[in-house]
């Protein structure tokens, strides 16, 4: 714990191995804290978090409420709807309100990338004691659900101590809109950190081959990569290829709304080519659990059947585990905090 050296987590790019290590160890010493007698800890008490979503959330906005309660954190929600933004207020001067009101940790959604690492800019050179938690910008970096993602593939492969070392060589396959979606760019970080070997695999429209540089040549502004080794990252076309010789297969939802042009001519021939099935399972050599960060298209990206077949699929598990993973980025940040 002591080394952990973040004001802000803005992006899994600048974490290093040391990082997920606490990160998973206290999400697996708070993922049973909703079992004990009261249900909390007395970790943040006193400590004020703003949710922050000027962009629709259900599983990232409540688990982190929740989170915060369980860490006896003071906890307000922000909604668009009914903000004074209706009203011509910038987004700026929304947040700006929150940290006058004394916010300790500022957890913020936006459809627009960066604004979360702008906004950590500003409170570092205002010095402002204020932490930024993104919980998803754009297309950019959605890091609680990466670190999420991690926990719950290291407790499926792992599931007495998980850790870093339970992701090391194992073979995990994303599948479906990889270029609109901040969930498989934070997957990218995370997994291959612990030395997983991942394939994407979608059609160009949703894949473009620079995705193989991802990691190796990080995007302009996430250039700061501590990881010695990484594992590697494949491009497939074929969903059979794809999932040959997988341990663990992640759907992602088709992004309609982050899309500027209709880049799939047919739901139907793209569900029929990547779509998610016992049938298409069938191509993996053995039996392999299937993970969706959610909300879920059904008949899209993966089938009626298998969203409610708990035998295969972690959704439920992914949902459950984002409780005590944003407890664990939420109390890593508010121990920096001055009195
Ligand atoms: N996975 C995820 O971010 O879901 P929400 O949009 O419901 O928060």
């Not at 987004?91 to 459809?111: C, F, K, N, Q």
């Amino acid at each position: 714990m002591n080394n952990w050296k973040h004001n802000h987590v803005l992006d899994l790019s600048t974490f290093s191995l040391e990082d997920y290590k606490t990160v998973l160890e206290l999400t697996t010493r708070f993922k049973d804290v909703h079992k004990s007698s009261s249900r909390k800890l007395p970790s943040l008490h006193g400590r004020l978090i703003a949710n922050l979503f000027f962009e629709p959330s259900t599983r990232t906005r409540t688990s982190f409420e929740l989170a915060a309660k369980r860490l006896s954190a003071d906890v307000q929600n922000f909604s668009v709807s009914s903000s004074s933004l209706s009203k011509g207020e910038t987004p700026l001067d929304t947040i700006l309100t929150y940290i006058s009101m004394g916010a300790d940790i500022l957890v913020i959604r936006h459809e627009s990338t960066n604004v979360p690492a702008e906004l950590a800019n500003y409170v570092d050179i205002n010095n402002i004691n204020t932490s930024i938690l993104n919980a998803g910008d754009g297309f950019h970096s959605h890091p609680s659900q990466g670190l999420l993602d991690l926990f719950t593939l290291a407790t499926f492969f792992n599931p007495n101590e998980p850790s870093t070392n339970s992701l090391l060589n194992k073979k995990i396959t994303i599948v479906g809109d990889i270029l609109h979606s901040r969930v498989a760019r934070s997957n990218l970080w995370a997994l291959t950190a612990c030395g997983a070997e991942v394939t994407l695999c979608g059609p160009p429209s949703l894949l473009p081959e620079e995705f193989i540089d991802f990691v190796q040549n990080p995007p302009l502004g996430q250039n700061f990569d501590p990881i010695n080794k990484r594992g590697s990252v494949f491009i497939k076309r074929s969903l059979k290829d794809a999932l040959k010789n997988s341990d663990a297969v992640m759907t992602l939802r088709l992004q309609k709304e982050r899309m500027k042009q209709n880049m799939l001519t047919d739901l139907d021939s793209y569900y029929a080519q990547y779509g998610i099935t016992h049938e298409s399972l069938k191509w993996c050599e053995k039996k392999v659990p299937v993970l969706h960060p959610g909300p879920v298209n059904r008949g899209v990206e993966i089938s009626n059947r298998l969203v409610e077949d708990n035998s295969i699929n972690l959704i439920s598990k992914q949902v459950e585990n984002g409780i005590p993973t944003r407890m664990a980025l939420l109390y890593l940040l508010g121990l920096n905090k001055k009195d």
